[in-house]
């Protein structure tokens, strides 16, 4: 038997745009038929071409040219902006519409969780659509019978599984559509942004299950907008842009790339204009800078030398208590650090009058790992009230310029500090000595 699960070979989908043609009956296509070539003559006549033919059909491939191999017991993540094609993807390989060219090879019984509540028939209760579901996975009764405590209790519906789905929220249709979907154990499972929807408790329950589905050894593909829960269940991802396949690869360097799309990393940002500044009549802030470690502003610093995070900013009313700072996030969207000037022993404490202020912050080499990252700034009164946060101010990237003599990729995670280590002989037990 092959290891793979799904092929996908030169696979492209292809839509019509603009107004959709009416519904003709066999007497409309006959009688338009017979006049046609009547028009035909006129439009001669007159000089014109017929209007049918003076329209351009316009169409957008929503996939192109797609290939990738994927093996069985892989979890492999679909990331991309809105309109990539994930979706589109995915219901190519659910069977749900057919490629316009390719071809996609499938190796096994497929479960899909592509919207809320697919495949749910209203007027069911949600017992009814637990074995409605699973008849249509293939599942036996007998296997649906043994699992069917299971799924309710995950979805946590055991007071509404004779309730009619119609009457359902949101919320749970969404636990009811992802339990019967990750329960019924088909081998390949594809789902399609399932942590769109739901409390956090709930998408944390959803990404523990898919984590056990991966353990037994089937296949997933995941799509998400979701870059932390696409770095953790995959090791692999496929980053669509426009439709077609930018790369495929580790998780991590697929996340870096998407989100390194359309952006690009900022040594400096500075506002001009005072009232258009982030702030409030309290705190406004003027610049942003990345130093280097010679003090120059740069886009990319070396993770082997200290560097610097400059802010200026201007403050309005004295404040008591006053902090100015930033949060250091990584490209999946997590908060690395968070530094603040109140460090600053001098000024712990002090009231800051009005005036120009530079704060500065010294992040050592050797700390973070290379990639890009985002800086959030923020100004806050202590134990009082939050002044101001200005999300994503700037970007700059952070090279590996020396890779360790033992090792010639990337570390893993998102620091990798320099530690000092000491190896000592406790006792010599070679051959001869003992």
Not at 335 to 345: L, P, T, Y
Not at 395 to 402: A, I
């Amino acid at each position: 038997m092959s290891d793979v699960a799904i092929r996908v070979e030169g696979l492209g989908k292809c839509y019509r745009i603009g107004p959709s043609e009416p519904y003709k009956t066999f007497r409309d296509t006959l009688t338009d038929a017979l006049r046609a070539p009547f028009r035909a003559l006129t439009a001669g006549l007159n000089g014109r071409r017929p209007a049918a033919d003076a329209e351009e059909n316009s169409y957008i491939w929503a996939l192109r040219d797609v290939s990738i191999d994927i093996k069985h017991g892989e979890v492999v993540g679909i990331i991309g902006r809105n309109g990539a094609g994930k979706s589109t993807l995915l219901k190519i390989l659910s069977r749900i519409t057919e490629p316009t060219e390719g071809y996609a090879e499938i190796n096994g019984r497929v479960g899909s969780l592509l919207e809320v509540g697919t495949g749910f028939h209203p007027e069911l209760t949600g017992r009814e659509n637990i074995y409605l579901n699973g008849a249509i996975l293939g599942m036996r009764k007998r296997e649906i019978d043994c699992k069917f405590d299971e799924i309710i209790a995950f979805a946590e519906m055991e007071k509404f599984i004779e309730t009619p789905v119609k009457h359902y929220s949101t919320g749970m249709y969404m636990r009811l559509a992802f339990a019967v979907a990750a329960h019924l154990e088909p081998e390949i499972l594809l789902v399609d942004e399932v942590l769109a929807v739901g409390d956090a408790a709930f998408q944390k329950k959803c990404i523990g299950k898919m984590g056990d589905v991966a353990k037994a050894g089937r296949t997933v593909l995941f799509v998400s907008h979701n870059m932390a829960a696409v770095s953790r269940l995959c090791r692999r991802a496929m980053f669509l842009n426009e439709g077609r396949l930018q790369m495929t690869g580790p998780a991590q360097d697929a996340v870096e790339a998407y989100l390194a799309t359309g952006t690009r990393a900022e040594g400096e940002r500075r506002w001009e204009n005072l009232e258009g500044a982030p702030g409030n009549d309290k705190i406004r802030l003027r610049a942003v800078r990345v130093l280097n470690a010679d003090g120059e502003v740069s886009s990319v610093v070396s993770n082997q030398h200290p560097f610097y995070v400059a802010i200026e900013y201007d403050v309005l009313q004295p404040l008591s208590g006053c902090q100015v700072g930033f949060w250091v996030l990584s490209s999946d969207g997590v908060i690395v650090f968070v530094a603040g000037d109140n460090e600053d022993s001098n000024w712990l404490g002090r009231v800051r009058n009005l005036g120009s202020y530079k704060s500065t912050c010294k992040i050592p080499g050797r700390l973070l790992n290379s990639g890009l990252y985002t800086l959030t700034i923020a100004s806050d009164v202590r134990n009082a009230e939050l002044v101001f946060v200005e999300e994503n101010a700037l970007r700059f990237y952070v090279e590996q310029t020396k890779i360790p003599a033992h090792s010639q990729a990337k570390p893993a995670g998102v620091i990798c500090p320099f530690l000092e280590w000491q190896v000592s002989l406790k006792s010599d037990r070679s051959c001869g000595n003992g």
